[in-house]
């Protein structure tokens, strides 16, 4: 069958930087799956997007859909027929469906059904791409998800901006259709400024290099290279090299059609600035890159990039100059504002700034973390009580800074340059910024032994407050950033192989809000552990590990580090076929027992008995030696030894006795057993 290309172009006023790349997402995966269900799945379909356009382009759109047969699924078979004649429900089936009772025929549990059914199979006559296209382009565009999307002017749909025009082509052929007074044509545009001409799009696949003759780079990987290989050759100019930033490059790729980054510079007074001001006023506030030498020291020069070429780059040059240094003024006048009151100043005054309505204000979360951080850090097994507790009563301090209120993204970072400026330890220092380590997906964790007791605290605190007081994340909506705070704790302990039981910690964290007089939900320390459980599968998922060794270790554990080195010990002897049959056996053990069976005093009968709990009993305090030395892989080879005893007493031995006394006694020997196994993890949860 013939096939062609297409291409839809959305055009827009300029669209946020933040929008574009999941708009392109949904439009490449929604038009695929559109195509598909409509029987012309096209053979490629790539997307394209700049502030002011998002584009898809498709190969291979069949020109026709073929001929096929369809099921159509009426009634059950006893509603459309009673004692061999047509019901009213078989004859209304039928009439719906154009055709005679005579003609229904009855199949077997269609499409997952159970029982009979009458159907009609009919011949359905393949449409044009081109019609089919102009159903499914208006509805793809009105559809897109956009995070923020409203009605503009006297327009009826809901858009992130105003559409400006909409191009859509078949082959050579316009795909007619109307939105909101717009029609779609073969007519695109230029750049605003240096083309801003209409033109005529002849082909599809001439398109993209119709734009860049045209100052439009649509390849927002294309945007992404020419900015960085530009921007790092202007670096060395000044004998730098460019500070890569993956977000900040996302970002000016997708607030330019053509991009042209310029070198600009900046008085070097504000050096003297902690490096983490400057670049954060650059990056966040006027989007410019930073610029550093060999050793990571910034230099005073930075990289705004602009959307066109500019006739005199030094016009350019010169406002962004002059923006940024009206930016660096002001930081440079909160810093020296901020350091004329020391951190333990300002303390008292967290009192003000409300943590949440249920659980208090900062104040109150300074006192929880006070008693929290040191008690996290002995169990732990670190020797920094007194430094983890000084670094919880400074860590919200610097919320209340003139530099953090104008500039939120330093929160802990400036807490730990005043920190040291106040003369406090260097590891106190630290742990003020580590505290809220990661920040983001990716991002470093803490290292210090006194920041990473208070990051876990910090995390265990917001967990247990937020959940305890009914406002756990609903869906995909998560609005104190709870999900992050699971992971970032589940990734601070396992980065730093670290071992700390999430119940007793919780429960730590519960006792403090009482003690405050807040009130939580009964069942917080299930919940919340439950939920950074949940989390936590989802890491030791993505790390390979089976789902069913992740759920028989978790049953057992509610270490996140102690889980992964299980999980690593399953999995590792999983691999060989004679040990999964040990695993096996010792499932067999486990599910045998009834639910909520206790075992009972009992003295082993028989040659099988004996040699059962013989055997057991010597390996037990081997097994439970290397299961407190967290050797979990010596532990399971020592339980391989146990095998040949079960498999012996279960071929020889009913267990399930009619006799009453006899059941019990081998079920009590098994449950003896089964409660040792359990130690390591849920042998009943792997699935063979």
């Known amino acids: 069958m013939k096939a062609k290309g297409l291409v839809l172009e959305i055009g827009t006023e300029e669209l946020p930087a933040s929008f574009i790349e999941p708009a392109l997402k949904f439009l490449k995966e929604s038009f695929t799956e559109k195509l598909r269900e409509s029987f012309l799945t096209p053979s490629s379909v790539e997307v394209f997007g700049t502030p002011r356009r998002l584009i898809l382009l498709a190969d291979g759109v069949p020109e026709k859909q073929p001929d096929r047969e369809e099921l159509f699924i009426g009634p059950s078979y006893r509603a459309a027929f009673k004692d061999g004649?047509?019901?009213?429900?078989?004859?209304?089936?039928?009439?719906?469906?154009?055709?005679?009772?005579?003609?229904?025929?009855?199949?077997?549990?269609?499409?997952?059904?159970?029982?009979?059914?009458?159907?009609?199979?009919?011949?359905?006559?393949?449409?044009?791409?081109?019609?089919?296209?102009?159903?499914?382009?208006?509805?793809?565009?009105?559809?897109?998800?956009?995070?923020?999307?409203?009605?503009?002017?006297?327009?009826?749909?809901?858009?992130?901006?105003?559409?400006?025009w909409i191009l859509a082509l078949y082959g050579n052929e316009t795909i007619e259709f109307e939105i909101d007074g717009i029609r779609s044509s073969d007519t695109s545009f230029g750049h605003r400024f240096l083309s801003p001409e209409p033109f005529t799009v002849e082909n599809p696949f001439d398109f993209i290099i119709a734009l860049e003759e045209r100052f439009v780079v649509a390849d927002i990987e294309k945007r992404k290279a020419i900015i960085l290989?530009?921007?790092?050759?202007?670096?060395?100019?000044?004998?730098?090299?460019?500070?890569?930033?993956?977000?900040?490059?996302?970002?000016?790729?997708?607030?330019?059609?053509?991009?042209?980054?310029?070198?600009?510079?900046?008085?070097?007074?504000?050096?003297?600035?902690p490096k983490e001001v400057p670049i954060t006023v650059m990056k966040e506030h006027q989007k410019f890159f930073s610029v550093v030498d060999e050793e990571g020291n910034l230099k005073n020069y930075f990289i705004g990039v602009s959307n066109i070429k500019p006739p005199d780059e030094t016009v350019v040059r010169l406002g962004y100059e002059k923006v940024l240094r009206a930016r660096l003024k002001d930081a440079l006048f909160f810093f020296n504002e901020d350091r004329k009151k020391r951190l333990e100043e300002r303390?008292?005054?967290?009192?003000?700034?409300?943590?949440?309505?249920?659980?208090?204000?900062m104040l109150q979360k300074t006192v929880r973390l006070e008693s929290l951080a040191p008690f996290i850090c002995e169990k732990l097994g670190f020797n920094k009580k007194e430094e983890s507790t000084r670094a919880a009563?400074?860590?919200?301090?610097?919320?209340?800074?003139?530099?953090?209120?104008?500039?939120?993204?330093?929160?802990?970072?400036?807490?730990?340059?005043?920190?040291?400026?106040?003369?406090?330890?260097?590891?106190v220092a630290l742990a003020i910024e580590e505290h809220y380590l990661p920040r983001f997906s990716g991002d470093r964790v803490a290292q210090t032994q006194t920041g990473i007791a208070l990051s876990v605290a910090?995390?265990?605190?917001?967990?247990?407050?937020?959940?305890?007081?009914?406002?756990?994340?609903?869906?995909?909506?998560?609005?104190?950033?709870?999900?992050?705070?699971?992971?970032?704790?589940?990734?601070?302990?396992?980065?730093?192989?670290?071992?700390?039981?999430?119940?007793?910690?919780?429960?730590?964290?519960?006792?403090?809000?009482?003690?405050?007089?807040?009130?939580?939900?009964?069942?917080?320390?299930a919940e919340t552990v439950s939920f950074i459980k949940e989390r936590l599968k989802g890491v030791l998922r993505e790390k390979g590990f089976k789902a069913d060794t992740v759920e028989a270790v978790l049953s057992v554990v509610d270490d996140p580090y102690d889980g992964l080195l299980r999980a690593e010990a399953v999995e590792e002897l999983r691999v060989n076929p004679e040990f999964e049959e040990?695993?096996?056996?010792?499932?067999?053990?486990?599910?045998i027992i009834p639910e909520g069976f206790k075992a009972k005093p009992f003295t082993p009968e028989g040659e099988y008995e004996e040699r059962l709990l013989e055997e057991f009993n010597r390996l037990k305090e081997e097994i439970s030696g290397k299961i407190s030395q967290k050797d979990y892989k010596g532990a399971l080879i020592l339980i391989k030894e146990l095998k040949p005893a079960v498999d012996a007493f279960f071929d020889n031995v009913m267990v399930m006795d009619k006799d009453e006394e006899v059941r019990s006694r081998r079920l009590s020997l098994l449950k003896t057993i089964a409660d040792e196994l359990n130690k390591l993890l849920d042998f009943s949860k792997l699935v063979f």
């Open 85 to 164: 004649k047509p019901t009213k429900a078989a004859e209304g089936f039928a009439r719906s469906k154009g055709v005679s009772v005579e003609e229904l025929i009855v199949v077997e549990n269609p499409k997952g059904r159970k029982g009979q059914y009458v159907a009609v199979k009919k011949l359905i006559k393949g449409r044009p791409a081109t019609e089919v296209l102009k159903e499914i382009l208006p509805r793809l565009i009105t559809s897109i998800p956009f995070k923020k999307s409203m009605r503009w002017g006297n327009k009826k749909i809901r858009f992130a901006r105003p559409i400006r």
């Open 229 to 273: 290989d530009r921007a790092k050759d202007l670096a060395g100019t000044v004998g730098g090299r460019l500070l890569e930033d993956e977000e900040l490059l996302n970002e000016t790729a997708n607030l330019t059609e053509f991009p042209y980054p310029i070198l600009g510079s900046f008085e070097e007074e504000f050096l003297s600035l």
């Open 347 to 361: 303390v008292p005054q967290l009192e003000g700034i409300v943590f949440h309505e249920k659980l208090g204000n």
């Open 393 to 427: 009563y400074l860590c919200k301090a610097d919320l209340l800074t003139e530099m953090v209120n104008e500039f939120p993204e330093l929160q802990g970072i400036m807490g730990k340059y005043y920190a040291l400026l106040d003369g406090e330890k260097e590891e």
């Open 458 to 525: 910090e995390k265990v605190d917001n967990l247990t407050g937020f959940i305890g007081a009914g406002l756990k994340p609903t869906g995909s909506a998560d609005p104190f950033a709870l999900r992050r705070n699971a992971l970032g704790l589940i990734q601070t302990l396992i980065e730093n192989r670290l071992f700390l039981g999430l119940t007793e910690a919780i429960e730590r964290a519960r006792e403090l809000y009482q003690e405050q007089e807040v009130e939580l939900s009964p069942e917080t320390v």
């Open 582 to 591: 040990v695993l096996i056996t010792m499932r067999r053990v486990v599910n």
